[in-house]
């Protein structure tokens, strides 16, 4: 089982509509949660973190995380066509080591 | 913000040369830097982690003599790839966080990446 899991993809959706990412990990001791976009030929950029159960909102971006569930979870609201990117979620080991584990990311595309 | 300087952007070099890449934390001290690797269409693989003052941390099937990272301070890592073959092309990303762990206080934030082509 990989430690953090997300769908390839591509996730297509119009413009305009809410595109929904998900992303599931394995340790459950895992306390910090991150979304990265990347767009093609770029180095990743952050877009939302999270810690704690629930949503956490920023614009048209929701986070939601579910510990019970080990379950991480980006909305995007009104999605635009500069929204197509791959979307990876990134997770902090329980063990203190410092290390950022990623997912193989999800490749959204909004369709104008 | 917290902005980290990666360089060069892009490099072509023959094989059996060496190459190095510079990352540089502008405004604030990083005492970690990660090195990461990424394939085509491929998530990020943690190459090493890369301590201030002390030998970096390399990642299990990551060759250490090939792949040699320096930290002499605490806002400069390198990456020098040895004896670079065509194998070794990849896109080569740095990052660095306040405080050595990321955190949701203290994001990990990438530099803009190094694109190796070896030929």
């Known amino acids: 089982q990989k430690e953090v899991e997300q769908n390839s993809g591509p996730l297509s959706v119009p413009e305009g509509a809410i595109a929904s990412l998900n992303c599931t990990y394995s340790d459950r001791g895992s306390q910090s949660f991150f979304w990265y976009r990347q767009y093609s030929g770029k180095s990743p950029e952050l877009i939302m973190f999270?810690?704690?159960?629930g949503d956490k909102e920023d614009g048209r971006f929701t986070a939601q995380l579910n510990k019970a569930s080990q379950y991480v979870s980006l909305l995007i609201r009104d999605s635009q066509p500069s929204d197509s990117a791959t979307y990876l979620c990134?997770?902090?080991?329980?063990?203190?080591?410092?290390?950022?584990?990623f997912g193989q990311g999800t490749t959204l595309q909004v369709k104008p | 913000g917290a902005v980290v300087s990666q360089h060069p952007s892009r490099v072509i070099c023959k094989s059996g040369t060496s190459v190095k890449i510079e990352c540089r934390s502008l405004d604030f001290q990083a005492t970690t830097m990660f090195w990461y690797r990424q394939f085509p269409k491929k998530s990020l693989m943690l190459m090493a982690t890369s301590n201030e003052g002390s030998k970096a941390t390399y990642e299990q099937g990551v060759e250490k003599d090939k792949f040699l990272i320096n930290h002499a301070s605490l806002t400069l890592s390198t990456l020098t790839v040895t004896s670079a073959h065509p194998e070794d092309s990849s896109f080569y990303i740095c990052?660095?966080?306040?405080?050595?762990?990321?955190?949701?206080?203290?994001?990990?934030?990438f530099g803009n990446g190094t694109r190796l082509t070896v030929t």
């Open positions: 999270i810690y704690s159960n």
């Open positions: 990134a997770v902090t080991g329980s063990s203190n080591t410092g290390k950022l584990i």
């Open positions: 990052s660095a966080v306040l405080g050595g762990s990321p955190t949701v206080g203290s994001p990990l934030h």
